[in-house]
């Protein structure tokens, strides 16, 4: 068993800064990728931003230069800066594992809400 555990959401103002944490743990060989999408009331979930095992960062053109993504062993970060009204939504946290003879395996946070509004 797979579990992640999400911490760092709140009610921010516009312009204010947030970090969201995701540590994996339980039965983990390795893992690839992992990132953060959200979704907003009535819209889809979308792509936030990921992180390879090599540090490589994918980023949505709606977060750029004001979202950071790290990771630190079983853990990724999301550093948000400047945020705005629109970044509403539920984060969640996603990491895909991999283990020798398996297909890698994708698992999801319980997700933690962000609310920016003055």
């Known amino acids: 068993q797979v579990q992640l555990v999400e911490s760092g959401g709140g009610l921010v103002q516009p312009g204010g800064s947030l970090r969201l944490s995701c540590t994996a743990s339980?039965?983990?060989?390795?893992?690839?990728?992992m990132g953060w999408y959200r979704q907003a009331p009535g819209k889809e979930r979308e792509l936030v931003a990921t992180?390879?095992?090599?540090?490589s960062a994918n980023f949505a053109d709606s977060v750029k230069g004001r979202f950071t993504i790290s990771r630190n062993k079983n853990t990724v970060y999301l550093q948000m800066n400047s945020l705005k009204p629109e970044d509403t939504a539920v984060y969640y946290c996603?990491?895909?594992?991999?283990?020798?003879?398996?297909?890698?395996?994708?698992?999801w946070g319980q997700g933690t809400q962000v609310t920016v509004s003055s």
């Open positions: 996603n990491v895909e594992l991999w283990r020798p003879g398996v297909s890698p395996s994708h698992y």
């Open positions: 992180i390879t095992s090599g540090g």
């Open positions: 339980g039965s983990i060989f390795s893992i690839n990728a």
